[in-house]
């Protein structure tokens, strides 16, 4: 119990990092954001999610070492297993998404920020989102909290909540966005039961990392298509 204990408290300080941090960086560099230098601040961004990956890196490197050893070996059972669950939580959340987004009248407040993002740190939000994001999501929001379990299913579900309640709730502007748990939810109940079965974190790492990839490239082409 103690352990389990001990575990829940090192997610729980994963998840204040991933918001100290950037807040921090947003904070000390608040002088320097100001003057809207387009490649400094694009390069400060990056700085800031390497400080936090490192840490990430630091609090789990045994696991990280481990998985890897053991992701290297299975890689193809894995994702051919992950690739199957992801799917499905696509579709769910592509559907319920546009079922929503007709009831609300727009986007979700978290894809219109980062629509905005991507105007203004391009740069920042392809490397961030393509790469760095899924490494440190998954360690924050799953891999922090996979020993602090006992049972799969409320870890998968307390794990879903969180990972959605950080995107839905970012910017919210309406009581009805809070419908946007659905989509999110089950794409993050997908990734926690990936992460479960395969019980290895690179598994769920290198399919966010492609879902991420695939709505970066859709969201180029249709500002490219005007």
Do not use: C
Not at 31 to 49: A, G, Y
């Amino acid at each position: 119990m103690s352990k389990r204990i001990l575990e829940f408290g090192k997610g729980l300080l994963g998840i204040f990092l991933f918001f100290a941090i950037q807040i921090g960086f947003q904070i000390v560099f608040y002088d320097i954001f100001v003057q809207k230098n387009f490649l400094v601040n694009n390069i400060l961004l990056l700085i800031m999610e390497f400080v936090l990956m490192s840490i990430l890196i630091l609090m789990n490197r045994k696991k990280l070492k481990n998985d890897y050893a053991d992701f290297n070996e299975n890689h193809k059972k894995y994702l051919k297993y992950g690739f199957k669950l992801w799917f499905i939580g696509l579709i769910i959340m592509m559907i319920s998404n546009g079922i929503i987004a007709g009831m609300t009248g727009g986007l979700a407040s978290n894809e219109e920020a980062n629509r905005q993002l991507m105007l203004q740190y391009p740069i920042y939000m392809v490397i961030s989102t393509m790469m760095l994001a899924p490494f440190i999501e998954e360690l924050t929001f799953r891999g922090n909290f996979k020993d602090a379990f006992k049972n799969k299913k409320v870890f998968i579900l307390f794990t879903a909540f969180v990972f959605a309640s950080v995107h839905v709730l970012n910017g919210i502007t309406s009581p009805l966005e809070l419908l946007y748990y659905i989509p999110y939810g089950a794409l993050s109940i997908a990734f926690g039961k990936i992460y479960m079965e395969t019980d290895n974190i690179y598994t769920t790492m290198v399919i966010h990392s492609v879902h991420n990839s695939l709505s970066i490239i859709l969201l180029v082409i249709a500002y490219l298509a005007g």
